[in-house]
């Protein structure tokens, strides 16, 4: 939720996001001199990269990207949501803030917006339209309306400028991303930067998530453990999405819900992930818990957000179909030969840490093929944490790492971050049974 607090103009112009970029990279320029200089008084020889890495560099980034929105902060939400091989948790916890907070349009400039798409007497079209938003993102704000014939809605509202903004953002978080060395010098990621700025452009795109909206309501017309908010067509522009109100609480409310409301609204996200995988082919990528809201009274989960759907390439679900059946099987080379296919595994890292991942995966399949009452527990961290800490030498040689296809880490990023909500409602999901259907 964002308050009024928080109202700050987005800047629109490139010069304008530039400096603001400009803003980010000084910062941390002062602050690595200053822990340079702390540290070298301690005795210390630090690493450029400690130098940059630090909390209070990344709090001063997450904050400036809050306030810039668009591309450069949505690229602070997706580096949040990598695993923490790749960031030391306490800078995962400052970046995961723009997961759900982030600066709102003051009222001039929402008023300017909606004037621009409706016309300057748009508010005759409604009983009440709430200036201060109910919640805020990368992208644009949301606002609580009622029409003039007492239907309530919620409205998406673009941040002006954003769409026009997003191809230097990405090549200025690029030019930040080399800066940082947070990406080892063999791998290329320009591919993916650039499926990263083509999916940032259909996210901005809100004539195109109002098909997918309907796209998905007629594939899960039957399917009762879900809610669709409906699109409102005659008020519908490339830049405001108006929708039909869906109540529900936020999804991490769940915590402390019991553990069968927990398991259940796990169980229902994941077979849904699955059916985009291998049956839709299509796919919500973005996991953001905000794009979902949960129903306390009969248990249904509330789909919101509908703009980073993209399609699934045959090829990519034969190849997470060939790596369920590796795992069904219980082949532990199976498995890895296709996590190398995938390109989650690098054939250096293969070969070297041999027996290592040899007794990684033994740990996983035994997990998965053997739990009680065929339920894989995510609140059980002691097997977890074994997994996770012989991993760690898998990624302490950065010279390594490989990255898969872009369309394979889009994809990716959706089941990882459903991963990550299932350990934080330590649910318990029956996979062997979800996923033999597809292996």
Same mark, same amino acid.
């Given at each position: 939720m964002s308050g009024p607090d928080r109202a700050r103009k987005v800047p629109g112009t490139r010069l304008g996001r530039l400096a603001a970029l400009g803003q980010i990279a000084g910062g941390i320029a002062v602050g690595m001199a200053a822990e340079g200089a702390s540290r070298l008084a301690r005795g210390e020889r630090p690493h450029l990269r400690d130098l940059i890495l630090t909390p209070s560099n990344a709090r001063k980034t997450a904050e400036q990207l809050s306030r810039m929105r668009g591309a450069a902060m949505k690229l602070g939400q997706m580096i949040s949501l990598e695993p923490d091989e790749l960031l030391p948790p306490e800078i995962q916890a400052i970046f995961a803030q723009l997961r759900n907070s982030a600066h709102t349009m003051p009222a001039h400039q929402l008023v300017a917006t909606l004037a621009r798409g409706w016309g300057h007497d748009w508010r005759q079209r409604f009983?009440?339209?709430?200036?201060? *938003?109910?919640?805020?993102?990368?992208?644009?704000?949301?606002?609580?309306?009622?029409?003039?014939?007492?239907?309530? +809605?919620?409205?998406?509202?673009?941040?002006?400028? =954003?769409?026009?903004? =997003?191809?230097?953002?990405? !090549? !200025?978080?690029?030019?930040?991303?080399?800066?940082?060395?947070?990406?080892?010098?063999?791998?290329? =990621?320009? *591919?993916?930067?650039?499926?990263?700025?083509?999916?940032?452009?259909?996210?901005?795109?809100? +004539?195109? $998530?109002?098909?997918?909206?309907?796209a998905f309501a007629a594939l899960l017309q039957n399917d009762s453990r879900f809610v669709m908010p409906t699109p409102i067509d005659d008020l519908l522009t490339p830049n405001i999405l108006p929708?039909?109100?869906? $109540?529900?609480?936020?999804?991490?409310? +769940?915590?402390s819900a019991s553990q069968d409301a927990r398991d259940r609204a796990m169980t229902a996200l994941a077979d849904l992930t699955l059916k985009e995988l291998f049956v839709f082919g299509r796919?919500?990528?973005?996991? !953001?818990?905000? !794009?979902?809201?949960?129903?306390?009274?009969?248990?249904?989960?509330?789909?919101l957000d509908f703009g980073a759907v993209r399609p699934v390439a045959p090829e990519s679900a034969a190849s997470y179909r060939r790596l369920l059946h590796a795992a069904m099987q219980g082949e532990v080379r199976a498995v890895r030969d296709a996590l190398r296919h995938l390109g989650f595994l690098s054939p250096a890292q293969d070969r070297v840490h041999d027996a290592l991942l040899a007794s990684i995966v033994g740990i996983a399949l035994e997990q998965f093929l053997h739990a009680p009452n065929g339920l894989v527990d995510f609140g059980d961290r002691g097997a977890l944490a074994d997994a996770r800490e012989r991993a760690l030498p898998l990624f302490s040689d950065r010279s390594m790492l490989s990255l898969p296809a872009p369309d394979l880490l889009f994809l990716q990023r959706k089941i990882g971050g459903l991963a990550l909500l299932a350990v934080k409602l330590q649910a318990r999901l029956p996979l062997p049974a979800l996923l033999r259907a597809y292996a």
């Open positions: 009983q009440t339209f709430d200036m201060k *938003p109910m919640a805020a993102a990368s992208i644009g704000q949301v606002h609580r309306a009622v029409l003039a014939d007492g239907r309530p +809605l919620a409205v998406k509202v673009q941040f002006p400028g =954003i769409a026009a903004s =997003i191809d230097s953002d990405i !090549n !200025n978080v690029a030019t930040l991303l080399r800066m940082t060395s947070f990406v080892p010098p063999q791998l290329d =990621i320009t *591919p993916h930067l650039r499926e990263a700025e083509r999916q940032l452009h259909e996210e901005a795109d809100y +004539l195109r $998530e109002a098909e997918q909206m309907r929708m039909s109100f869906a $109540e529900g609480r936020p999804l991490e409310t +769940l915590a796919m919500q990528t973005d996991p !953001n818990f905000a !794009n979902y809201l949960w129903r306390p009274e009969d248990g249904r989960i509330v789909l």
